[in-house]
């Protein structure tokens, strides 16, 4: 499987895809990294020799011209499954008919518990005893796709932020590979989930 994987921070989930990508055994080849700015997972590229690009979004007048740009980016690596692995945009909806449902988002909460761009925040301030990682098919929601795998994760006492993400963060990568796996030994079938 071709995967395009799209960032807008560190890539540390796009780095297990890259190391998984080097595994002969491992049914997906990770072809392109693009985001949205000048993210710092971009140098994950040079250090495992797969090119990347930028579509930057400030640089369009709008999401939609945006959104029409990344499109022509992604499609020439032609793609079989484009991974949303912390790109923080929403996407326009001609993107998500470019390439749903092969258009997959991971989120660090137990959809659809604490959608949007908080959700590990989010769960600390409720004050839950436990949130989870969620893989889902992205469509024109914020974050109310179907959902292809999700796992609980323990919110232990005196949490930060960054220590309960760290926490979910694995749960994630696991989710993600383990989707690869299925989808590419046909166990998980994207088009038949987006119609349940
Ligand atoms: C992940 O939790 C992802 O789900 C998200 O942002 C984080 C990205 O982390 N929404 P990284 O850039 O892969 O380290």
């Not at 560190?10 to 072809?31: I, Y």
Request: glycine letters at 8%.
């Amino acid at each position: 499987l071709q995967l395009v994987v799209l960032i807008s921070g560190t890539g540390s989930n796009l780095r297990v895809l890259l190391e998984a990508s080097e595994d002969a055994e491992f049914p997906g080849r990770v072809v392109a990294i693009g985001a949205d700015r000048e993210a710092d997972g971009l140098a994950l590229g040079e250090e495992y020799g797969i090119p990347t690009f930028i579509v930057p979004f400030t640089a369009y007048p709008d999401r939609e011209a945006w959104g029409e740009a990344l499109i022509e980016q992604v499609r020439q690596w032609q793609p079989d499954l484009v991974i949303l692995s912390g790109l923080m945009r929403l996407v326009p909806p001609a993107v998500v008919d470019a390439f749903s449902p092969q258009l997959i988002n991971t989120h660090p909460a137990y959809l659809p518990e604490f959608p949007g761009p908080h959700g590990v925040r989010d769960a600390l301030a409720a004050g839950v005893d436990q949130t989870g990682a969620s893989l889902i098919i992205v469509d024109n929601s914020v974050d109310g796709g179907p959902i292809i795998a999700q796992e609980r994760v323990p919110v232990l006492p005196g949490d930060t932020e960054q220590a309960l993400h760290d926490r979910i963060k694995p749960v994630e990568r696991r989710l993600l590979i383990q989707a690869v796996l299925d989808i590419a030994n046909s166990h998980l079938d994207l088009k038949e989930l987006s119609r349940s």
